[in-house]
Nanobody, 125 residues
Framework: VQLQASGGGLIQAGGSLRLSCVVS?????????MGWFRQAPGRAREFVAA????????SYADSVKGRFTISRDNARNTLYLQMDSLEPSDTGVYSC??????????????????WGRGTQVTVSS
């Protein structure tokens, strides 16, 4: 399973970006959920958002709730993260991950099996 994230960049505070994460695999697999995490310089990786396949359940970190929207396109095997009203504190490397085993709420990195390389998001003030 391979994941490729894209869509990051440099943007001014208040602007919007949409991140994409394309999932590919040589073999069919079942995926129970996907998530976005981010890591700012000098800080630990933190949960941003998750979506669980079976129920379409979504979960967000409090810091992004109301500003970010996670969604999926099953036909394109793609996960999205729409980020609006960006703030300088949103700066970081954003990584996507997929869980091929049952997960609980998708808010913990340990629930995921595969990770993609991150995409840099920089929000200027």
């Amino acid at each position: 399973v391979q994941l490729q994230a894209s869509g990051g960049g440099l943007i001014q505070a208040g602007g919007s970006l949409r991140l994409s994460c394309v999932v590919s695999s040589r073999r069919p697999f079942s995926w129970y959920g996907m998530g976005w995490f981010r890591q700012a310089p000098g800080r630990a990786r933190e949960f941003v958002a998750a979506i669980l396949w079976s129920r379409g359940y979504t979960s967000y970190a409090d810091s992004v709730k109301g500003r970010f929207t996670i969604s999926r396109d099953n036909a394109r095997n793609t996960l999205y993260l729409q980020m609006d009203s960006l703030e300088p504190s949103d700066t970081g490397v954003y990584s996507c991950a997929v869980s091929t085993t049952r997960i609980t709420d998708g808010r913990h990195a340990s629930e995921y099996d595969y990770w993609g390389r991150g995409t840099q998001v920089t929000v200027s003030s």
